[in-house]
């Protein structure tokens, strides 16, 4: 799962790269969870988590290094509120990795595309956001096209093993997508006091060590093949973050964000090419209608930050 973080505009935006800082990080990401896809037979989740988390922190570290942003990284305001959010996305994170080993790689992209639709939710809940009756009707038509996904996983009129096995990571992906959604609530308050790179590098130190709590619960040695997909895991993970929150510093979020759902078309490629994966029609029709939902919502809410800017600026001084 990806966590979208607020970040100060630069002065001088470049659209085109923004997008393409977006698009390579939604790239880089899915070829994360391809890797890790590919050691979910041995390996157990939390370790994946382990690696994907303790092999990212040098990478940021590099990273903010290099643009003289270390202290910034390291400076926090808010340590319990870094905490509970290490908490909820690390869970989150670690139940989608599960879930790469009963699902194939398109399904687990498209029901884990629940977790923006629930963040609209949970924000109106914990935030007090208003939520009108258009992003309602988005979020029931995402809801509807996440149901058609997982329809033919949930049925209890198979009894084949199989069949329990994919229920069983359908709804791993939905817990996943429901932790993720928490998380970027989290974030949310977290943007208001502490700075992007802080809130990247102390998830990543959050979440390796929270990951050691699954050590007791039957870590492996894995082989060689496997570890290096897993330190690439973890290094594709912070080059992963380090592309995306370059796109919200080159363009708006309103511009970049519609361009997470390119996944979709690289999860399609890489299932089909490196797993043999063949997605169903219930797959591609339900991850339209959830790709459709979030942009609508998407769009919808750069709207209306522009008629919020227009009021603020027609107001007069001092009021």
């Given at each position: 799962m990806v966590f979208h973080l607020g970040v100060m505009d630069t002065p001088t935006q470049r659209p085109l790269v923004g997008i393409a800082f977006k698009l390579g990080s939604v790239l880089v990401f899915i070829s994360m969870s391809a890797v890790i896809k590919a050691t979910s037979g041995h390996i157990p989740p939390g370790q994946a988590v382990f690696f994907r988390s303790l092999f990212a922190i040098p990478?940021?570290?590099?990273w903010l290094l290099w643009r003289h942003e270390l202290s910034t990284g390291?400076?926090?305001?808010?340590?319990l509120g870094h905490v509970w959010r290490g908490v909820l996305g690390t869970t989150s994170m670690g139940l989608g990795f599960a879930s790469l080993g009963f699902l194939p790689l398109p399904e687990v992209t498209a029901i884990g595309y629940t977790a923006p639709l629930l963040t609209v939710i949970f924000a109106a809940m914990f935030l007090g956001e208003e939520v009108r009756l258009f992003r309602?009707?988005?979020v029931v038509l995402g809801v509807i096209g996440v149901l058609i996904v997982v329809y033919p996983r949930l049925t209890i009129l198979s009894?084949?093993?199989t069949s329990h096995a994919e229920a069983f990571g359908a709804m791993l992906v939905l817990t996943s997508a429901v932790f993720a959604?928490?998380?970027?609530v989290f974030v949310r308050k977290l943007v208001n006091t502490e700075k992007t790179p802080a809130i990247v590098f102390w998830f990543s130190v959050t979440a390796t060590c929270l990951s050691l709590i699954t050590l007791p619960f039957g870590w492996v040695v894995p082989t060689p093949f496997e570890a290096a997909?897993?330190?690439?895991?973890g290094l594709l993970g912070g080059f992963g973050q380090i592309l995306l929150t370059s796109s919200y510093r080159e363009a708006d979020a309103s511009l970049v964000a519609p361009f997470d759902y390119a996944s979709m078309l690289f999860a399609l490629l890489f299932g089909y090419f490196i797993f043999s994966e063949v997605p169903t029609a219930n797959t591609l029709t339900?991850?339209?209608?959830v790709m459709t939902a979030g942009v609508l919502i998407i769009l919808r809410e750069h709207r209306l930050g522009l008629e919020r800017a227009r009021q603020r600026k027609s107001m007069p001084p001092g009021t």
């Open positions: 990478v940021i570290v590099g390291l400076r926090t305001h808010r340590p309602i009707s988005c009894t084949e093993a959604a928490l998380a970027q997909l897993l330190v690439g895991a339900g991850a339209a209608l």
